[in-house]
T-cell receptor
């Protein structure tokens, strides 16, 4: 199947700093991407999504950047808070498989007070 | 806020036994999904379900697996003869319309342990 992976398994940041979590994908046909947050003992929680016709999308304190040339996706979290500590996954699907998502292996974000 | 619920939170079973994992999707949602996550590994898509039939499934979802919407509220995943490698967290999700741009809401998961 398609390969979606993460560059860093663990990221530690100081509270208040910005965080950047990266994700690489291999399927050039992927056209829709989602970032999920998973806290311990809970299911994945939608954070933000982006379509392949965009290269940037902003939400509340979060920004997703998409570079289709190098098949790279990043999640930026501004002013990271202790409540942001979790595992973050990117997921993708492609046209024709709208309900079938492929997940990356996850990056654990540790926010130090 | 409406949420997806799953029962049980933890299921322990013997290898070869059948298990049924239960989910109650959000009430006005039409698309339902099962995912699994083996400890320390990525979340893997198993199956999507719409209009009382499977719309997509992965290579993991073999003949040992089945899904059902037995009534208007429950969505179940059955594993007929469990194997050790079926031990994982199983997440149910639902979405209102399905497709791109429609958020999937995940339940808290059922931890399945096969002994």
């Amino acid at each position: 199947g398609e390969s979606v992976g993460l560059h860093l398994p663990t990221l530690s940041v100081q509270e208040g700093d910005n965080s950047i979590i990266n994700c690489a994908y291999s399927n050039s046909a992927s056209d829709y991407f989602i970032w999920y947050k998973q806290e311990s003992g809970k299911g994945p929680q939608f954070i933000i999504d982006i379509r392949s016709n965009m290269d940037k999308r902003q939400g509340q304190r979060v920004t997703v950047l998409l570079n289709k040339t190098v098949k790279h996706l990043s999640l930026q979290i501004a002013a990271t808070q202790p409540g942001d500590s979790a595992v973050y996954f990117c997921a993708e699907n492609s046209a024709g498989n709208f309900n079938k998502f492929y997940f990356g292996s996850g990056t654990k974000l540790n926010v130090k007070p | 806020e409406p949420e997806v619920t799953q029962t049980p939170s933890h299921q322990v079973t013997q290898m070869g036994q059948e298990v049924i994992l239960r989910c109650v999707p959000i009430s006005n949602h039409l698309y339902f999904y099962w995912y699994r996550q083996i400890l320390g590994q990525k979340v893997e898509f198993l199956v999507s379900f719409y209009n009382n039939e499977i719309s997509e499934k992965s290579e993991i979802f073999d003949d040992q697996f089945s899904v059902e919407r037995p009534d208007g509220s429950n969505f179940t995943l059955k594993i007929r003869s469990t194997k050790l490698e079926d031990s994982a967290m199983y997440f149910c999700a639902s979405s209102e319309l399905g497709g791109e741009g429609d958020t999937q809401y995940f339940g808290p998961g059922t931890r399945l342990t096969v002994l």
